[in-house]
């Protein structure tokens, strides 16, 4: 069974700060792909990143990183000088059987101004 | 290009009455998915489909629920006999292809169903 840990139900942050959030995931699956999703109170799931399995490289997108753990499950999610449109709950996402996303229970961020 | 859409934005029904959820994929989007997300948990799947066919239908908690598309585009979640247990938002994804987790799944706005 395939599962998705986000330890983190919600974190505030005042603007400017950098924040970090946490996702640990379970698959018995060698092959498999993470993803984090945001989901600002409009309701829409926004994609934000996917990796694979076998792809370990730290990435960096504008304000946003994410690093990836194989040795300890995780895939973790950085924002660097926080903005209050960064408000939104955060979800990780594992998929392993080829289709169906297993999601974690969400991170909900506030970024105060 | 125009995302996945969703309609209606919102349903308030009755216990025990019926009520179909449409969702209308990206153009050209062979795989679609359907999940539901009750408050203050992560979306939970439901059903897939790759072209007309549901693929995986797993997720579907019983049998007063039931998904279709017919033509391969445009998807309808039927509830029969809603109950309060049902009220959640409902949301639709779809991706190009849908084969071996390869792809990214682009989500609509949701259906936020309550049933009374």
């Known amino acids: 069974a395939q599962k998705v840990t986000q330890a983190q139900t919600e974190i505030s942050v005042v603007e400017k700060e950098d924040v970090t959030l946490d996702c640990v995931y379970e698959t018995r699956d060698t092959t498999y792909y993470l993803f984090w999703y945001k989901q600002p109170p409009s309701g829409e799931l926004v994609f934000l990143i996917r990796?694979?399995?076998?792809?370990?490289q730290n990435e960096i997108s504008g304000r946003y990183s994410w690093n990836f753990q194989k040795s300890t499950s995780s895939f973790n999610f950085t924002i660097t000088a926080s903005q209050v449109v960064d408000s939104a709950v955060y979800f990780c996402a594992l998929s392993s059987l080829g289709y169906q996303l297993t999601f974690g229970k969400g991170t909900k961020l506030s970024v105060i101004p | 290009g125009a995302g996945v859409s969703q309609t209606p934005s919102n349903k308030v029904t009755e216990k025990g009455k019926y009520v179909e959820l449409r969702c209308d994929p990206i153009s050209g989007h062979t795989a679609l998915y359907w999940y539901r997300q009750s408050l203050g948990q992560g979306p939970e799947f439901l059903i897939y489909f790759q072209g007309t066919g549901a693929a995986d239908d797993s997720g579907l908690p019983n049998d007063r629920f039931f998904a279709v598309r017919p033509e391969g585009s445009v998807s309808t979640l039927k509830i029969q006999r809603t109950e309060r247990g049902d009220s959640a938002v409902y949301l639709c994804?779809?991706?190009?292809?849908?084969?071996?987790?390869?792809?990214?799944?682009?989500f609509g706005p949701g259906t936020r169903l309550l049933v009374l």
């Open positions: 990796r694979n399995s076998f792809d370990e």
């Open positions: 994804a779809s991706s190009p292809a849908g084969t071996s987790g390869l792809e990214t799944q682009y």
